[in-house]
């Protein structure tokens, strides 16, 4: 049981491994979603299950359960949003339901991870399978080919940066263990090779969270692989990426100003970078890529803050943070006739040809910017209040000030999706499955922002 979310995910990527040898490849759509959602529903089981294995290398606890139980779920909505069979070529569906598995268990791994060997072990078998699924696009154009590539290369960089201070981490402690390193690193924090052994180990993550300066490779990437693929890698990751982040970060308590310094200096200028280029973008995903650093850059607040009540606060946005950039992801997924990208004109008289896909697309959007009584609102003011507490009024201001800037961004969807008619507009049905996807977007992104205490309660006992 105490590896059973793990096990199940792992069988599901072999079965898809069995299925793509076989000659029988019929109905593999149906095989996945009906195979992930009986993943995710007996994952439930071990929520509770503690315990450690490896020799304490791999620690289950509420909080890695928790977190492996978001990415299960998210990995089943992706499954359940997957729709269109213009984006994949039919042969290769087997192999990619197989990969996205293997990459959903390396990032399951992460969350257990409280070594530093099983952390890159981890992160490598979740990386990998990305690196293979990336270029599986329909009628492949220079595009993709390019961004699979600066995924494999900027990949492979920020892994070696990582290394490279984890190399450090091990010769301060010498040790690999976290709870040996933990009380030997706040006496180096002062010095130069424990600041910057900290930071380079963070790259790793930063990379996986599109954090400035590791972000130049998400815009590109998000433009150029599909939809479906391009739904998980700007979500599912960031999730596992923030774990982490909030089990190594606690290494640096109760603090060193240079390490708080160079945090604040990174998260000021992944939201300032963010929502300034996301005000020109014209292509929905790649405005997305921005808006994801510069939520990258919200989400450090809380972590910089270095409290308990900071990084639950971490949890509980990157959480909502899924829900919000899925729905968004959908509505390009449905919008998108043959697998391509879709741009912020093509919004244009969606109110008129499907309302409910309109709203949905108004809710996310809405959350995203922070607006109430959306849970990107609550997130958001879980994260400022946290820095603001700990006593970081400089960030929060910059956070403030981003926040209203990304607002015309995000309203400009809602705007071209109701005040644009488009003459002539075909009317987009959507079928039941689909309508009840959207309806449980728009639930959860607003329970999330009325009702937080709750799960805010959940996280913060976990950590």
Request: with cysteine; proline share 4%; glycine share 6%.
């Amino acid at each position: 049981m105490l590896i059973l979310p793990e096990l199940n995910i792992f069988l599901f990527s072999i079965l898809f491994l069995f299925i793509s040898i076989s000659n029988k490849k019929e109905n593999i759509l149906t095989y996945a979603k009906a195979i992930s959602a009986l993943v995710f529903f007996a994952s439930l089981l071990s929520v509770t299950e503690s315990g450690e294995l490896f020799s304490g290398a791999y620690r289950i606890d509420l909080f890695s359960q928790i977190f492996k139980m978001l990415i299960l779920l998210g990995f089943c909505l992706v499954t359940f949003m997957f729709e269109n069979k213009n984006e994949i070529e039919d042969e290769y569906l087997p192999e990619y339901f197989m990969f996205l598995g293997f990459s959903a268990l390396g990032l399951m791994m992460m969350t257990s991870s409280v070594e530093l060997i099983s952390i890159v072990i981890s992160l490598e078998v979740s990386s990998y399978s990305l690196y293979v699924i990336l270029p599986l696009r329909k009628s492949q154009t220079k595009i993709q080919i390019e961004a699979s590539m600066k995924y494999l290369f900027f990949g492979a960089v920020s892994t070696g940066i990582m290394i490279f201070g984890m190399s450090y981490l091990y010769g301060i402690a010498h040790s690999t263990f976290l709870k040996d390193i933990i009380p030997v690193l706040p006496g180096f924090l002062n010095q130069p090779i424990g600041v910057m052994a900290l930071i380079f180990t963070l790259t790793g993550f930063f990379f996986k969270l599109s954090l400035f300066p590791m972000h130049f490779w998400s815009p590109d990437i998000y433009e150029g692989a599909s939809n479906t693929t391009t739904t998980f890698i700007g979500t599912i990751p960031k999730l596992a990426g923030a774990a982490l982040l909030i089990r190594i970060t606690m290494l640096a308590f109760p603090g060193s100003p240079q390490f708080i310094n160079i945090l604040i200096v990174l998260a000021a200028f992944s939201m300032t970078l963010g929502n300034l280029v996301g005000l020109v973008q014209k292509d929905i995903k790649r405005l997305l890529a921005y808006s994801g650093i510069a939520h990258a850059g919200y989400l450090m607040m809380g972590v910089l803050a270095l409290s308990k009540e900071g990084n639950a606060a971490v949890f509980y946005y990157i959480a909502i943070y899924m829900f919000m950039n899925l729905a968004c992801f959908y509505v390009v997924i449905l919008l998108s006739k043959t697998g391509e990208n879709v741009t912020i004109d093509d919004l244009a008289g969606l109110s008129k040809r499907s309302p409910l896909l309109a709203l949905l697309l108004a809710v996310s959007a809405f959350s995203l910017a922070g607006i109430p009584p959306t849970g990107g609102f609550t997130g958001k003011l879980f994260l400022f209040m946290s820095a603001f507490k700990a006593g970081h009024l400089p960030i929060v201001l910059i956070g403030a000030v981003n926040t209203v800037i990304s607002i015309f961004f995000y309203l400009n969807l809602v705007r071209m999706s109701y005040s644009k008619d488009v003459p002539l507009a075909e009317p987009l049905k959507l079928s039941f499955h689909e309508k009840v996807l959207c309806y449980l977007f728009i639930f959860l992104i607003l329970y999330m922002g009325i009702l937080p205490f709750g799960l805010f309660e959940i996280f913060k006992a976990s950590i």
